[in-house]
């Protein structure tokens, strides 16, 4: 934003009628305004008029289209063909309307807020398009009314009625008391009533009179013309309304105007500025480009809440405070560099900055400092009254002046001069002596140094026999003049360290004023009465204190983010205590000075402001809202804008990063008001208050969310709190269904593989059965081969029981595992322990790979058993084929930080079947790995000559008891490993037999506790 001058009130004027008549009228400053240029909205220059919705959001017609203002951001919507907009106006329902080159509609809302232009052209009959510019719009509750110089267009229950000039043309179309008059050009006056156009009694009178406005008048009707002035009609009898202006407002051309909130009006002059006017023409404010606005075509004048008077014209658009009892002057009001005390003189208002001295000129309607010092003095810090002439602080020492003489009285630089009740004695303060008092002496001026005491004095309170000063540096001390032997000096009574201060005579004591507390110095010197501060906001640095009446004070402070406050305050059961009123200023107030008449000035960095207390002031009643302006969702997708409502929104897990944007309806201190946030899911603390208008979060993890955001303005009103509501899903493999869905899976494929299996078996057992009942009637012949039968039957069925025994044991294992790990998942998920969630998900990984390996193991040996399984012997390369097992059992043995290590002669080969050898080299080095001790080795040896290929596996576990060994290759039981880890069981019993299948032999060697050794040996065919 580009600013002329900015000040933030946060009252609002109650109703009142003055004139300038006054000396103290005739002193005012420019008034606060806030320009806001093309540079600042990045459109085009011309702005036509301006709207306020229910939220606080302001719109602008402009050269390129629709601009939005939040008081934050600024946002462009194109209509038609990029067209200018020439008017927009908003319906009792919130609907924008907008009028354009042959053009007219509406803006529209999408889902997500988004406004953009619909067209109402397809509801006009072909006949009517060209009807050139839109130049008024007009809404009552029945209608909404477009006004053109061809036609004017009447938009009600969704059809557009046309109506057409009786002669030439229309003029102007605007709404009083929910009725819309136009002027009928050659006809005169005429209201809108449904379908038809009536003429107004006493119309007539303009007929041939340019009108550019119509305005409410108690039960009247206030009509503005562009050249002739301002008149009266009522019950058709018409009234010139006689104005202080009137000379001003015809030469000006009257181009728009409007009913301000207290009831008085505003007219904008086309080609100089506006001008506030009150019920009986009598005029209460210029402004015009001497008062800071920006001179150039004034078109559009609208005041939507107590003090802020919206201007717009040809170079962009001002927001005035009108009638306002601050003030200010800058370098346009004369007053150039760093302000540092100001001060009532021989009837004058004089204020000094760092390089000059300037006295107040009063003009008609304002005024203007012009400098007055013709010397250098360096820099100037303070001003005070001695003997009937002013005393001047400077670099070059103390200067009086008295009838424009200026007089050196003593040339040592001081920084702080504060002239004796009596008039005898001048208090100083330098950065050199500290803390010094001239006495008058029949010789001239005698100083006496407060020795020991070097900090920067600036502020000096005198009371009975006592001088209370403070320092830069925040040392607060209490000196007295003592005489001995016809000499005088200084004598340090008491010091405190109290921090950034300031301190004001109350009757006759002295009232300090710390950051976080108050309490007097009584006319004994002592500290009493110390209270806490009451406080609109929370000082860090206190400015300055000016006394208005022994219990009302004006308190300048600054907050801890730099926002500078003026603040009435009061003395309440002797503590300071806020009044509600208060003002921000863009400058830190270097001096303050309580004037007559009930007026105050305030001088610093930024110039010098004029507040006039006899503008009567309330804490504004009207709701202080704050609306959650944007949620835009990773880099650009936005969720919804213009503080829209919409649903809460689900946004995936996988791209969480969220900006919420937001503003505040207050007008008065939009540029002092202050947010505070919090995101309840993940923090249920409300942040600091800050002015960033913005909240980034980045990486939420799964869960529902609220968003809550409220403001403060400069005198602590907290605003009513926004909030939207949000989820975030969680990812879709942690989802309650994907987890029952995995295990229901995983459970089918296992209860099918055991069905399949039970099937096999069982017609085994019903061929030998059959078999049996055949060889019955040959019992007596064959009775030893009966009898091997029955041994292989046995056998089998043994096979059989014990299969089904680990098969029960072993897989009963695992799924008990994943039927606990899925009830601890759904604890975990209930109890929002996604870490948890996590490890038990791991968890399940391993159960099901320990039941692959099971099945694997399983199914190969059920082929081999049914006779299924298919031997295709070829030369295999020992080298490579070991290398190749290696290096995927690698990953097992390192869990363990075990070494593999390969060791044998190239060119060794196998005559047997790839995929059987492989199973056997993959189940004793498996089964190596499961019985050796972290940090050891597996070697793994082979070796060839013209006879056999031996392959070796040798590891350094906890080997094998000899009542073991004999049964190794029987099928039995799992084992577990030095990690716990569960075996099949079916491991061994595969190796035997596959390598039975290759014409292989297998040995095995093993010591207890000390490793095992297994022995493959190929005949080489």
């Known amino acids: ?598 007026v105050i000035w305030f001088i610093g960095d930024g110039g010098a402001v004029r507040y006039d207390q006899n503008i009567p002031m309330q804490i504004p009643t009207e709701s202080f809202r704050c609306h959650i302006d944007k949620m835009i969702w990773g880099k650009d997708s936005l969720i919804f804008e213009n503080g829209f409502d919409v649903d809460p929104v689900e946004l995936p897990h996988d791209r969480t990063d969220v900006r919420f944007t937001f503003f505040t309806n207050e007008i008065n201190a939009s540029d002092e008001s202050v947010f505070q946030y919090r995101l309840v899911g993940r923090e249920d603390q409300w942040s600091d208050w800050s002015r960033e208008f913005k909240k980034d979060y980045t990486d939420l993890s799964a869960g529902e969310y609220i968003f809550h955001v409220r403001a403060k303005n400069a005198i602590n009103q907290i605003s009513e709190t926004d909030a939207y509501h949000f989820y975030v899903n969680k990812p879709w493999y942690l989802t309650k269904w994907s987890i029952i869905g995995h295990l229901i899976l995983v459970s089918g494929m296992i209860y099918g593989l055991f069905r399949i299996r039970m099937a096999n078996l069982e017609q085994a057992k019903l061929k030998l059965e059959k078999l049996i009942s055949k060889r019955t009637a040959e019992v007596e012949a064959q009775k030893r081969d009966i009898e091997t039968q029955r041994l292989v039957l046995q056998n089998a069925n043994d096979t059989k029981n014990q299969l089904f025994s680990i098969i029960g044991h072993d897989l009963r294992s695992p799924l008990n595992s994943l039927q606990g790990l899925t009830d601890l998942i759904h604890h975990y998920q209930d109890e929002q322990q996604l870490d948890m969630v996590d490890e038990m998900v791991n968890h399940m990984a391993d159960s099901v790979k320990r039941l692959r390996h099971l099945l694997d193991n399983l199914l190969t040996w059920a082929l081999n058993q049914s006779g299924n399984f298919k031997v295709n012997p070829e030369l295999i390369e020992v080298d490579f084929f070991l290398k190749e097992i290696i290096s995927i059992l690698k990953e097992s043995a390192k869990s363990k930080s075990i070494d593999i290590e390969l060791k044998g002669a190239s060119g060794c080969l196998i005559h047997a079947d790839r995929n059987s050898l492989s199973t056997v080299i993959r189940n004793l080095i498996n089964n190596a790995i499961k019985f050796s001790h972290e940090d050891s080795i597996i070697q793994v040896d082979y070796y060839c000559d013209h006879k056999k290929t031996t392959i070796k596996i040798t590891d350094q576990g906890v080997g094998i008891s000899n009542d073991k060994l004999e049964e190794i290759f029987e099928l039995t039981h799992s084992t577990y490993g030095t990690n716990n880890e569960k075996g099949t069981g079916l491991g061994l019993v595969l190796v035997s037999e596959f390598m039975a299948l290759n014409d292989g032999s297998i040995y095995v060697d093993s010591e207890l506790g000390k490793g095992t050794t297994f022995t493959l040996e190929f005949p080489n065919k």
């Open 1 to 598: 934003m580009s600013f002329i001058k900015s000040a933030a009130l946060c009252v609002i004027l109650l109703p009142v009628f003055f004139t300038f008549t006054s000396a103290q009228s005739s002193e005012k400053g420019l008034p606060f305004i806030d320009y806001y240029a093309p540079s600042d909205y990045r459109a085009g220059s011309f702005n036509f008029n301006v709207i306020k919705d229910s939220l606080g959001i302001y719109y602008f017609s402009n050269d390129d289209g629709v601009l939005v203002y939040n008081g934050q951001d600024w946002n462009l919507i194109r209509i038609t063909d990029e067209k200018t907009v020439f008017w927009i106006q908003q319906d009792a329902k919130g609907t924008i309307y907008v009028g354009s080159t042959g053009e007219f509609g509406y803006l529209k809302s999408s889902a997500s807020g988004r406004l953009s232009y619909v067209s109402l052209l397809n509801k006009v009959d072909s006949r009517y398009h060209e009807f050139g510019a839109v130049w008024e719009i007009a809404c009552t509750s029945r209608e909404t009314i477009f006004r053109s110089k061809k036609y004017i267009f009447r938009l009600a229950d969704d059809q557009v009625t046309v109506f057409e000039p009786t002669m030439e043309e229309f003029d102007v179309a605007f709404t009083v008391r929910d009725t819309v008059f136009t002027r009928d050009v050659g006809v005169g006056l005429t209201a809108i009533v449904g379908d038809q156009m009536k003429k107004v009694d006493g119309g007539e009178y303009f007929a041939d009179m340019k009108i550019n406005i119509f305005l409410p008048y108690d039960q009247e009707l206030l009509i503005g013309s562009r050249y002739d002035g301002i008149f009266l009609l009522k019950n058709g009898e018409v009234s010139v309304f006689k104005t202080e202006a009137d000379e001003f407002l015809k030469k000006y051309k009257i181009y728009h105007g409007c009913v301000t909130y207290n009831g008085n009006f505003a007219f904008a002059a086309y080609t100089k500025g506006v001008v506030v006017l009150d019920k009986n023409g009598r005029q209460l404010q210029m402004l015009d480009e001497t008062s800071g606005l920006i001179d150039y075509q004034y078109l559009f004048v609208g005041m939507f809440d107590a003090n802020n008077l919206w201007i717009a014209n040809g170079v962009g658009t001002s927001k005035v405070k009108v009638l306002s009892p601050l003030s200010y002057f800058d370098r346009r009001k004369g007053l150039i560099d760093v302000g540092s005390d100001v001060i009532r003189y021989e009837g004058n208002i004089y204020a000094s900055t760092l390089r000059a001295l300037y006295r107040l000129e009063r003009g008609d309607y304002g005024a203007d400092f012009t400098q007055f010092n013709r010397e250098d003095y360096n820099e100037i810090y303070s001003l005070d009254i001695l003997n009937d002439k002013m005393l001047i602080t400077t670099q070059k020492g103390l200067v009086t002046f008295d009838n424009d003489q200026f007089d050196v009285i003593d040339s040592r630089p001081v920084h702080y001069a504060k002239v004796s009740k009596d008039q005898t004695k001048i208090f100083v303060g330098t950065g050199e002596i500290g803390l010094g008092v001239y006495l008058k002496k029949s010789s001239g001026l005698e100083l006496l140094k407060l020795y020991g005491m070097n900090e920067p004095v600036n502020k000096i309170v005198e009371i009975n026999d006592k001088i209370v000063f403070m320092t830069k540096y925040g040392t607060l001390g209490i000196v007295s003049i003592q005489s001995e032997q016809e000499r005088s000096y200084l004598e340090l009574e008491d010091l405190y360290a109290i921090g950034s201060a300031d301190i004001v005579e109350v009757g006759d004591s002295v009232l300090v004023v710390s950051r976080t507390e108050s309490f007097f110095i009584n006319s004994q010197a002592e500290v009493v009465g110390k209270k806490a501060l009451n406080l609109n906001n929370i000082p860090v640095k206190i400015k300055q204190v000016v006394g208005i009446d022994s219990d009302k004070f004006w308190l300048s402070y600054q907050d801890n983010l730099r926002i500078n406050y003026n603040e009435h305050v009061v003395l309440k059961d002797g503590a300071i205590t806020s009044t509600g009123l208060a003002f921000g200023s863009h400058f830190h107030v270097s001096s303050s000075f309580a004037d007559k008449d009930n």
